[in-house]
């Protein structure tokens, strides 16, 4: 059984807005290939505001798409198309605190209905530009598809370069077979023997002795601020942040916020975010939580 | 109210006298089987009253023809790797598109390894096409693996029939016959089956515990290597409660095979046209003339089966469901979609798997529950006229991601 929270349970078992909206004036139609969910969303929208007055759903698809649909309909009533525009899915799972990474996507066919219902309104075509793949990553909810452009457009070959670039394969590990097997497919294609070790190689290369010029004692601090800095967006877009307490030789003490505070995943977070800062730097850093300073004095 | 549980594919509760018989075998009965001393020889000797049990209900010639596996799933990896190990000079496999993950994962596996597998076709009703599967068998082939019948729609495959012609051609027969032990009547020595796997908790015993059966003489090498135990063909300690629970499950399985094939058909028969009797678009899934006597796969046009299966379970009911969303991989049913069952009637295919401890008043519970759930759902569905109640006129064509 899914882990579904008390709120996708409460609008499956007692959805809003469900079923056709008289004097409708704008609707999408939208699917999902992957698990063949199904959405139609209508709007009643009163043309001099372009204010939504009134929504309203049907969904052939399991628990957590009607709980979708459900929410979106009530997160968008009063809100302009162009506020409308603005709402994610992730502002839809958050709305029914939170979805099983399985069932991101129902949130994702949500503000494609919406995407769609409004280019219908305005009388433009809409496309559908989004891919899903198979689950590969389910700490991160991160799908195959993502990780094949992102393979692709980076040119990666490693699974360490995968779990950088996406996350992927981040926290519990279990993934990695399966990573190696997308990226194995997609090395093949391009008639290029599958590098799954050799290039850790290179990416450890840049840390040989005399290859980087040392720094001096602010460049560095400059240098760790900016690569912390590059972490930044990744973690506030999972609702947390980071900020740089003190840096004491080796250590590096650091405050994770928001989200990342007590997350399960804190210790994976702050893994990768060392990692990148070996690499960066040249040097074996370790980045740790601020509450160990006190200790370390 | 008392809870309905019609999930008995998935797994069943443990007898209660098997439980009972158990006990001993935690507590004072605790040696092991292997040791000289007395502890160890009272346990050597429940483990082989269980094999001779377990060897009457598959009606095979020899006890030690009776390995105790942790478990279905292994039973099936032990069969296939022990066929592609033993006969290296032959790298092929013919499966069906229908069989358990067990076996269809593993033959996915095997292909990236080089092996060649066949998966034999269905045709809507879930069944092979015989001259098909002729056609495949050659010296090359190491074995077939077919199951006996099907966890999704209860069919059953003409296993016997198709183990006499692998046997013709010098091809080991391996049949996953977790669904239909205990259910139907087996007869082992009369049969050409070289191999066959068992789950316990498909029977009333506990989980953690399979059979693989191999007639005496098949050429086999074992999964793992390590101590005597199963004469070196399973090592490891035997797991001696659970061992002798499905001795006792299968002592039961035997004296209750008759009921599975007349009161228990009788209630999954009246629970099917009670359904169908009121419930429009809707239709039973699977070889109707030859399937399993406790299994009814539905499926109900223009609704999910995760949505139908959570508002079964507010009222008690337990069932599952070929839909893609409850699977935990997203996958829809693959055996849905070999029988080329429709998107949006595979979706809502419901599976009931009764069991011997199930009631008519159950039945009927069930029955008045479910019409009320489909329209329901129905009145939220796109594919759904909900004014004319009946399917919309004009398809509804979403744009597809």
């Known amino acids: ?297 | 109210m008392n809870p309905i549980y019609f999930d008995n594919n998935a797994t069943t509760a443990c007898d209660p006298a098997v439980v009972e018989a158990m006990l001993p075998f935690f507590t004072e009965q605790f040696g092991n089987a292997s040791s000289i001393h007395s502890f160890g020889n009272q346990v050597g000797l429940a483990i082989k009253a269980a094999r001779s049990q377990i060897q009457q209900l598959l009606g095979a010639e020899h006890d030690s023809e009776i390995i105790f596996t942790a478990g279905g799933t292994e039973s099936d990896n032990t069969a296939i790797l022990s066929a592609l190990k033993a006969q290296p000079e032959r790298n092929q496999i013919i499966t069906t598109v229908v069989e358990h993950h067990a076996i269809l994962t593993l033959c996915e596996q095997l292909e990236k390894d080089g092996y060649v597998v066949h998966k034999l076709r269905v045709d809507k009703r879930g069944r092979i096409d015989m001259d098909e599967y002729k056609a495949l068998l050659s010296d090359r082939v190491a074995i077939v693996s077919a199951m006996w019948a099907n966890n999704e729609s209860g069919t059953i495959f003409p296993v016997e029939e198709m183990a006499e012609y692998a046997n013709a051609m010098g091809v080991q027969f391996h049949t996953d016959a977790v669904q239909a032990v205990g259910k139907i009547p087996i007869d082992l020595k009369r049969t050409k089956i070289d191999m066959l796997s068992v789950s316990g908790h498909k029977l009333h015993a506990p989980k953690g515990i399979g059979v693989l059966y191999l007639r005496r003489g098949t050429r086999y090498r074992p999964l793992m290597r390590g101590g005597q135990q199963e004469r070196g063909r399973r090592p490891g300690t035997e797991n001696a409660p659970a061992i002798i629970g499905l001795g006792k499950a299968s002592e039961l399985a035997l004296a209750h095979i008759d009921i599975e094939n007349s009161d228990v058909r009788y209630l999954r028969d009246k629970l099917e046209r009670g359904i169908l009797a009121q419930v429009p678009n809707a239709f039973p899934t699977g070889d109707l003339s030859c399937r399993l006597p406790n299994t009814s796969s539905i499926a109900f046009e223009y609704v999910e089966g995760e949505a139908i299966l959570l508002l079964l379970n507010k009222l008690g009911i337990a069932a599952s469901s070929g839909s893609a969303c409850t699977s935990g991989s997203l996958e829809p049913s693959h055996v849905m979609r070999a029988m080329g069952i429709p998107y949006t009637a595979a979706h809502g295919t419901i599976r009931f798997s009764l069991s011997r401890y199930n009631t008519l008043e159950e039945v009927e519970r069930v029955i008045t529950a479910v019409p009320p759930i489909i329209a329901q759902l129905r009145q939220i569905s796109p594919y759904w006229n909900p004014v004319k109640n009946c399917p919309a006129d004009q398809a509804f064509a979403p744009a597809y991601a």
Request: glycine share 8%.
């Open chain 1, 1 to 297: 059984m899914w882990d579904y929270t008390e709120k996708v349970k409460e609008h499956f078992f007692n959805p809003r807005n469900a079923g056709p909206l008289e004097g409708a004036n704008a609707s999408g139609d939208v699917g999902s290939i992957q698990c063949g969910d199904a959405l139609r969303l209508m709007l009643k929208v009163e043309p001099e505001t372009e204010i939504i007055l009134d929504a309203s759903f049907q969904t052939f698809g399991c628990g957590s798409a009607i709980a979708s649909s459900s929410a979106l309909t009530e997160i968008i009533k009063g809100m302009t198309l162009d506020e409308a525009l603005k709402v994610s899915n992730q502002n839809i799972a958050d709305f029914l605190d939170g979805l099983p990474p399985e069932k991101m996507h129902c949130s994702v066919m949500g503000r494609e209905a919406l995407q769609a219902a409004i280019a219908n309104y305005r009388g433009e075509e809409w496309v559908d530009d989004h891919e899903e793949g198979e689950l590969i990553c389910k700490c991160y909810a991160i799908d195959s598809a993502l990780i094949e452009s992102v393979v692709r457009e980076n040119k990666l070959t490693t699974l360490e370069q995968v779990t950088h670039y996406t996350k992927a394969g981040g926290a519990c590990a279990s993934c990695h077979e399966k990573i190696e097997g997308v990226l194995e497919k997609i090395l093949a294609s391009q008639c290029e023997a599958p590098a799954i070790s050799k290039p850790a190689e290179e990416a450890v290369a840049p840390l040989a002795a005399g290859e980087k010029p040392k720094l001096t004692n602010i460049q560095r601090m400059r240098k760790i601020e900016e690569i912390i800095e590059s972490v930044r967006p990744m973690l506030q877009r999972d609702h947390g942040d980071i900020e740089i307490v003190d840096i004491v030789g080796k250590n590096i003490y650091v405050n994770l916020k928001g989200a990342c505070m007590g997350c399960a995943l804190e210790a994976a977070t702050l893994g990768s975010i060392q990692q990148k800062l070996f690499e960066e730097l040249g040097e074996y850093v370790r980045l740790l939580p601020a509450s160990q300073l006190e200790m370390a004095r």
